[in-house]
């Protein structure tokens, strides 16, 4: 149902109200019950939503979003996450490649000494004390 705007031509009085396409428009205004009621001309309401289709298509808009900074950052942890795949698949025993002299860790786990698993398991007491010393 579409939302019309109606104005009283005596008290100026404007307001919406929810009616059917097939509803005749109203006259009577409910302000001062005179029937000098004008439907008002306006515009709809219109989004476009620019969602992407693919998944392609949302890495293609999140990368053109990224600084140069964060593009070359999460360029060089895709190289670290692809190196300690490849040295974790290896048969034991086989050394195709040597490991990874050193295997960096994501932005948001440097200097973390607990895992988040322990973390989670943590009292609030706890918690508190591992933030203000850093020891749990």
């Not at 808009?61 to 895709?78: D, I, L, T, W």
């Not at 692809?82 to 490649?97: I, N």
Request: hydrophobic share 25%; aromatic share 6%; proline share 4%.
């Amino acid at each position: 149902m579409p939302i019309y705007e109606y104005e009283c031509q005596g008290c100026k009085h404007t307001f919406e109200t929810f009616q059917s396409m097939k509803d005749n428009a109203l006259t009577t205004c409910p302000k001062c019950s005179e029937d000098k009621l004008v439907r008002l001309i306006s515009g709809g309401i219109a989004g476009f939503v620019n969602s992407p289709r693919t998944v392609g298509a949302l890495a293609d808009r999140n990368a053109a979003r990224m600084s140069k900074e964060q593009k070359g950052r999460a360029a060089e942890e895709q190289r670290t996450q692809k190196d300690q795949v490849l040295y974790e698949q290896l048969p034991a025993g086989m050394s195709r490649m040597e490991k990874p002299k050193q295997i960096k860790q994501p932005w948001y786990k440097k200097g973390q000494i607990v895992s988040t698993k322990k973390i989670t398991k943590m009292t609030e007491q706890q918690k508190k004390k591992y933030i203000k010393t850093g020891q749990s």
